[in-house]
């Protein structure tokens, strides 16, 4: 069983949908990070976040540390914003945990 | 600021050759990683570096892959020989602090094929 669970494996929308990807995890944490890969392999790492809620643009990614799981919403999504999402997680040492990521298709 | 830089992009090779990946990290960043991520699945740790002294190597095959960064900058990973089952993105990544507590900045990837 991964530690880093992320749903739905995979999601279609259309232009304009409202988006939201979830990621669990199974102990505490000392960080969060929600990555975006597009095709060709190259990884941008979109937030790192211990608590709260973070906003960047049509992005927002939130967490609750109680129920240990965090949420990535896109709004007024955009046929650009199709890609894998992959959240990951820092434990108490240097070590990122990944989960298997989210595959996001956004059609005009 | 440049990136972390990574070459080649795109490697096919057969089993039983060998292969070298190259990394240049973003300048000052003291912590190096080289991820592997098969198809359909998230990076998966080899090695971490911290300048130039290995920090994790728990999840490298040292059997078969190798891995330095010399002059704590620049970092070469190498598969000697290949296996099919090798084949996948493998990612670099730095981070500025000490201890790679955070955020990483990952480079754009080596494809590699194993036939």
């Known amino acids: 069983k991964n530690e880093v669970e992320q749903s739905p494996q995979n999601l279609t929308a259309q232009e304009g949908e409202f988006i939201t990807i979830n990621c669990s995890y199974s102990?505490?944490?000392?960080?969060l990070h929600w990555l975006q890969q597009h095709p060709g392999g190259g990884i941008v790492s979109l937030f790192m976040?211990?608590?709260g809620k973070k906003k960047h643009g049509r992005l927002i990614a939130t967490i609750n540390i109680q129920e240990k799981h965090s949420s990535l919403h896109i709004t007024a999504s955009h046929p650009r914003d199709s890609a894998v999402y992959i959240c990951a997680v820092r434990y108490n040492t240097d070590k990122l945990i990944f989960g298997t990521g989210t595959r996001l298709q956004v059609f005009p | 600021e440049a990136g972390v830089a990574q070459s080649p992009r795109y490697k096919i090779i057969e089993k039983r050759q060998s292969v070298a990946f190259w990394c240049n990290p973003i300048?000052?960043?003291?912590?190096l990683y080289w991820y592997q991520q098969i198809l359909g699945q998230g990076p998966k740790l080899l090695i971490q570096?911290?300048?130039?002294?290995?920090?994790?190597d728990s999840q490298l095959p040292k059997d078969r892959f190798s891995a330095e960064r010399l002059k704590g900058v620049d970092s070469t990973l190498k598969i000697q020989p290949a296996k099919l089952e090798d084949s996948a993105v493998y990612l670099c990544?730095?981070?500025?602090?000490?201890?790679?507590?955070?955020?990483?900045?990952f480079g754009p990837g080596t494809r590699l094929t194993v036939l």
């Open positions: 990544a730095s981070s500025l602090l000490r201890q790679g507590a955070g955020e990483q900045f």
């Open positions: 300048s000052g960043h003291a912590t």
């Open positions: 102990v505490g944490i000392s960080a």
């Open positions: 976040l211990s608590s």
């Open positions: 570096f911290q300048n130039n002294g290995v920090v994790d």
